[in-house]
């Protein structure tokens, strides 16, 4: 008994005497809490984990604020009452703030996890961040006049500008190259093809 009681203590995967598994057999080979480095830092492992959690994070704040401003966007071109577009006009530029957050979050999520875990010679990680780049260059390019565009015929007297701007087909060019794109970048970092 004492030998097999100095076995299973020593064992670089501990088996339990009452269920007969090791830790990670029981957790499906995840580590079961952070482990402890002797300076007393978090182990590599939980800085990775820590850091997608924060990654992850940023994308949840980033998509709660971007999906209203999409949804207004879709909904300005059925819109035509002054009163109800200077809503939907403020209700977006509030939501960019979050979204401008979760962006934040989001970048700093993955930098940290990119440090940790050594992806610098990655080709899928390098074309996330080009695509990201080029949507964000496309969203300001794009969007932003249109909105600015469609503020400015808000406040002309002249009903033919703000038709002309509403009925404009360029938010829907905007959602579809976005949407293409953010489906390249979640394609890139689930299956790393390169």
């Not at 030998?3 to 995967?13: D, L, Q, Y």
Request: proline letters at 6%.
């Amino acid at each position: 008994m004492a030998a097999c009681t100095a076995r299973i203590a020593t064992s670089s995967n501990p088996v339990t005497p009452l269920s007969g598994r090791s830790a990670l057999q029981r957790t499906g080979g995840r580590p079961t809490r952070p482990s402890r480095t002797a300076r007393g830092s978090l182990h590599p492992v939980s800085w990775f984990l820590l850091w997608r959690l924060v990654h992850f994070a940023g994308i949840v704040l980033f998509v709660a604020g971007h999906g209203v401003s999409v949804a207004v966007t879709l909904e300005l071109r059925r819109e035509r009452d002054p009163a109800r577009l200077e809503a939907l006009l403020a209700l977006s530029r509030a939501t960019i703030a979050w979204s401008n957050l979760g962006l934040l979050v989001l970048l700093v999520g993955g930098i940290g996890n990119w440090v940790i875990v050594d992806y610098p010679r990655r080709g899928w990680l390098w074309a996330s961040a080009a695509i990201l780049a080029l949507l964000a260059v496309a969203g300001v390019g794009l969007a932003s006049p249109y909105f600015r565009r469609v503020r400015a015929a808000l406040a002309d007297p002249d009903g033919s500008a703000l038709e002309a701007a509403l009925s404009s087909s360029l938010p829907a060019a905007i959602f579809w190259l976005e949407t293409a794109g953010t489906a390249a970048i979640v394609w890139l970092m689930v299956y790393k093809p390169f």
